[in-house]
């Protein structure tokens, strides 16, 4: 097969004043399909597309760049190691700052690819097929996303705070057929036992044939006969070399599934496809964050999370950037350890979370002080609603008043940045994400599904085109992409927030409007930890959900309905956040556990979470009308179980 590695010419579709984001919204708006077709001809296809777009949201069916043939690896790899094979790719930093780093520049980091890729249909890995992948943030990592792509292979990434009933819930409902992942994984001075994990989960997950095992700590771990694979074993296979070659791929091929919540009871795996994706990932990129050639990136997500597929590997990648990987904590040794690390790699984008930030804020607000951060140009935040306060440090104390700061919003299933200040160039607004990205036309609804047409409207936010970075799928269910996104508002994409616009246009995100939390930038669906308690034998009913948390951003308040049988609260309460680990992860463990005689129903039977919430939120004199409920009489002892719960704690 012939690839064209021509050089990507340095974006022309990167917008650098006002005037040219105008100018780029309006066309991107009127002409998506030659606006489109400007920006995807700058990558390397194998084959040029037929058409740039197709949609219809009535079936929930789209399709971008149709037609089309590519292997995304090669945009993001071959086509950099041919034109800068010295230029580095990916830095990684260890969770322990004596551990040396490791640095691939982009001739290595194909050559770490092609020989992962090699390995993978060594072991018999086919095009189509599903691979999960339960690593720690080590180069491997990436290794394995990309070398799935480069074979055709759809990722599906679990995050590594995931538990063993979480995992097999997803390895199962994508059918994955092998798994990669490491003996153990270093989390500050602590160690996760993440193939004792994966060895639990694997007693549910049939479908699952091989296990490669790369050794991080160096922990003995058991190794199944004919399952198991140290990966540095079959990595140094000499016959992985000749077998790293990129296979051809369609526009519209999935290129991965992750997994993420909403608000019935199981997780949906979001599928996104090939040519969309990176197109939308590396015009975000560039656009957000206005990167330079040249520039040092530093993402601080996990890659088990979409911000790590679309902005540690991807976008960056794609782009031609240095991506800096870490895998540690940011207060382990010491709240510092952000401030080093942008130190010692002159660190030019910085892009993390508000939860993090103000939980650095609480531990050491001076902290930056000691650190003149001179490299940094650009700062970004995601995940949830910035608060002032944290915006203001992470503008002051972290940028020094100097940088530009861009709060991005979008989700899993967006793909990429959706609303967003390009740094620098658009205007910034203290907790206001801003405008959309060129290609973006939001709009508000109210809850009868009338467009609210005033310049200035708070409401449920919508989108009304398609883009190249929007999921196509839930894999293995499309009628749940339909329900979930395309019935509410038909003829929109219905994004589950809530948003303030002012009159400049401006959007504030409020929060999510659907039972879905918002836990630490972690996205969790209420119905899930209501599953995961209503396991516990002695709870017949519970409600669960959020309430302002000064770090978390929210926090979780689960209300249940339990007969005690003879134990105590306090043992209950035990059994019960021992439980949610279990089935779901640590970073599910409610914060409030509050017992309660009964739960707040409607005649009809319905939960009235307002009350619910209201409680949780300490606002119990503005609990509205309770006149409807079957027994107005809970309440007054659903406020009483909640001042106990408090004072439990
Ligand atoms: C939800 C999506 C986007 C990658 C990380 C989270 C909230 C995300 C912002 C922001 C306010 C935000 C929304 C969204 N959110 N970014 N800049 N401002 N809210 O992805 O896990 O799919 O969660 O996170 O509520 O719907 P996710």
Known sequence: MAINLGKMNAYPFQISSMAEYNEAYQKAKENPEAFWADVAAHFQ?????????????????????????????????????????DALALVWEANDPKEASRRFNYAELLQHVERTAGMLRRLGVKKGDTVGIYLPMVPELVFSVLACARIGAIHSVVFGGFSAQALADRLNDASCKLVVTADEAFRGSKTIPLKDIVDQALL????????????????????????????????????????????????EDPLFSLYTSGS???????????AGYMVWTTYTFVNAFQYQPGDVYFCTADIGWITGHSYIVYGPLLAGATTLMFEGLPNWPDSNRWWELIEKHGVNIFYTAPTALRSLMAENKQGPEAFALNSLKTLGSVGEPINSEAWHWFKDAVGKGRCALTDTWWQTETGGIMIAALAGISPEFPTYAGLPMPGIVPVLMDSEGNLLAAAEAEGNLCLEKPWPGMLRTVFGDHERLRQTYFSAYPGYYFTGDGCLRSKEGMHRITGRVDDVLNVSGHRLGTAELENALNFHPSVSESAVVGFPHPIKGQGICAYVVADLAGQTRFETKRELLDLVSKIIGPIARPDLLVFVPGLPKTRSGKIMRRILRKIAEEQSEALGDVSTLLDPEVVKAIQKAFVQAKEDR
């Open 264 to 274: 019935t009871g199981k997780p949906k795996g979001v599928v996104h496809t090939t």
């Open 204 to 251: 549910l997950c049939p479908s699952v044939e091989r296990v490669l095992v790369f050794p991080r700590t160096g922990a003995e771990v058991p190794m199944a006969k004919g399952r198991d694979l140290n990966w540095v074993e079959a990595w140094s296979n000499k016959g992985n070399e000749t077998l790293g070659y990129p296979e051809t791929m369609e526009a």
């Open 45 to 85: 296809w194998i084959k040029p597309w037929e058409s740039v777009v197709e949609s219809d949201f009535a079936s929930a069916r789209f399709a971008w760049f149709n037609g089309g043939q590519l292997n995304i690896t090669i945009n993001a790899l071959d086509r950099h190691a041919h034109t800068k094979p």
